[in-house]
């Protein structure tokens, strides 16, 4: 089945431990994104990755770093959560960054930082 | 930059039709996008526009006008289902982003 994941789901933390979100897919995509959302704010790009060891700033990218070592494969790495950080966040990908027609969504991770 | 406008809220009524509207200024213009989104759920795509004009797709329809900056979806034939927020997104020059809109809130009531 194609699919995105991410791991955690829900995730509480305290200001400054440093923490990872997953995310995966299994469709070969060569684009994937991650996104934020807040009430009132709708959804924001952190980062994005055109394919491998390509990646690159959204509009909300500070506080934030990923990498993209394998297609499959873009993490989401908080270095040092702060309470602002507290979100819904949400993985995406799809076939190539002009084919967003069929980009895909993980299931989101809740994130609460203390 | 990208601004996008779409309101906040909207009710309606179960079996009417409710229009939601999308205003949008944008450094470049690759598509506009409607996402459904329920409380907690991922997105889920409704349509895709680059051309002018108006796509129907069963009970939902969207419409852009590229120069007027302007699009809506259109709910027919409304259902409880539907309630649930509405993104508009536009992907800018390049096709490298896609900025949404900040999400129109449907209640749809008896």
């Known amino acids: 089945e194609a699919q995105v994941t991410q791991n955690p789901r829900y995730l509480i933390t305290v200001t400054g431990k440093k923490l990872t979100v997953t995310c995966s897919q299994n469709?070969?995509?060569?684009?994937m994104s991650w996104y934020r959302q807040d009430p009132g704010l709708g959804l924001r790009q952190i980062y994005y990755s055109m394919n491998v060891e390509v990646t690159d700033k959204g509009d909300v990218p500070e506080g934030y770093k990923v990498s993209r070592k394998e297609k499959r494969n873009f993490p989401l790495i908080l270095e040092s959560p702060s309470p602002n950080q507290t979100s819904l966040y949400f993985c995406a990908s799809s076939p190539t960054r002009a084919a967003m027609v069929t980009q895909y969504f993980g299931p989101g991770t809740r994130l609460l930082v203390l | 930059g990208q601004n996008i406008d779409q309101p906040t809220e909207m009710t309606a009524t179960e079996g009417a039709i409710v229009q939601i509207n999308c205003t949008y200024q944008t450094s470049g213009f690759n598509g506009l996008f409607w996402y459904q989104q329920h409380a907690g759920e991922a997105p889920t795509f409704l349509s895709y526009?680059?051309?002018?004009g108006l796509e129907e797709k069963g009970r939902f329809s969207s419409f852009l006008s590229r120069s007027k900056g302007y699009s809506y979806l259109l709910l027919k034939e409304l259902q409880m289902k539907d309630s649930a927020s509405y993104l508009c997104?536009?992907?800018?020059?390049?096709?490298?982003?896609?900025?949404f809109g900040k999400g129109t809130m449907l209640l749809v009531s008896p």
């Open positions: 997104a536009v992907i800018g020059s390049g096709y490298s982003t896609l900025t």
């Open positions: 526009n680059v051309l002018d």
């Open positions: 469709m070969n995509h060569e684009y």
